[in-house]
């Protein structure tokens, strides 16, 4: 990643489910600043440049609002909304034509010929979802699904992002309880990972899950769990409407660390 200057930390002050929501709305906005500056938090999310000063100018909005040296009446919130608004549907954007431009990857070969493509990811035996993701001391559970049209609910929202359904589609939102089963403070460190998430549908057709900036993405979990306490984080893929009657059976296909395991989750 190339940068022309040095990232400062900004130190901020919380406790307990506030320090956990400031800290990663702090990375959030840093992960801003690598898009601005040239850096995607994906290599498929291409961002023009137009676009990459829209997202910087959100984080910076956000910083501004968390930062303990300034009073929230200096953020103007209809503007905030309005650069929330617009990034949630820049990244609707971005993840509707990266799924029109793959589509077909998983069913071609190098060689054009129809077929499964071959990965570069080994196959992993272990069939369990913090194994996966190299978390030790932790147990992460699939805890059900949800349909809506956005997530979190308006009452959830108030300091968080607001992710919504672009029209005619439905939010699908895979729920995990991340727990420490440990005698002791554990970390959970699954932003390092860098994973890749998949939803393999009815044994067959994969669904990509959105990068999202959600305060409880599974994909940038990173914080310390203290012994005993666990945490409700997420994972959100877009569908047709009604295309949610269709489904019969689930699993999460996970690329991480060079290896790739495939998870059930309904069966």
Excluded: W
């Excluded at 995607?40 to 040296?69: F, N, R, V």
């Excluded at 999460?252 to 309904?266: F, H, T």
């Amino acid at each position: 990643m190339k940068n022309g200057g040095k990232i400062k930390t900004l130190m901020i002050k919380g406790e307990g489910k506030v320090l956990r929501r400031k800290t990663k709305i702090l990375m959030v906005c840093l992960l801003g600043t690598a898009l601005f500056t040239g850096c995607a938090y994906s290599p498929e999310l291409m961002l023009t440049e137009e676009e990459q000063k829209l997202i910087a100018g959100y984080s910076a909005d956000i910083l501004l609002k968390y930062s303990d040296g300034y009073a929230k009446s200096l953020v103007d919130t209809a503007k905030e909304r309005e650069l929330q608004a617009a990034v949630a549907a820049l990244l609707a954007q971005k993840q509707a034509e990266e799924a029109d431009e793959g589509k077909n990857t998983d069913h071609k070969s190098e060689s054009g010929e129809e077929g499964v493509a071959e990965s570069p990811y080994a196959p992993r035996g272990e069939q369990n979802l913090a194994a996966a993701l190299s978390q030790s001391g932790i147990e992460i559970s699939y805890d059900g699904f949800d349909v809506c049209k956005s997530y979190p609910s308006e009452s959830e929202a108030e300091d968080a992002f607001l992710l919504n359904a672009t029209d005619g589609k439905d939010l699908v939102v895979y729920r995990f309880r991340v727990s420490n089963t440990s005698g002791e403070d554990m970390e959970a460190n699954i932003l390092d990972q860098n994973p890749m998430f998949r939803i393999i549908v009815n044994g067959e057709e994969r669904k990509n899950v959105l990068k999202t900036m959600l305060l409880n993405d599974l994909g940038t979990l990173d914080e310390v769990i203290p012994a005993g306490e666990s945490r409700d984080e997420v994972l959100v893929m877009e569908v047709p409407e009604s295309y949610v009657q269709t489904i019969e059976t689930v699993s999460l296909l996970i690329k991480a660390n060079g290896q790739e395991s495939v998870i059930p989750l309904l069966q």
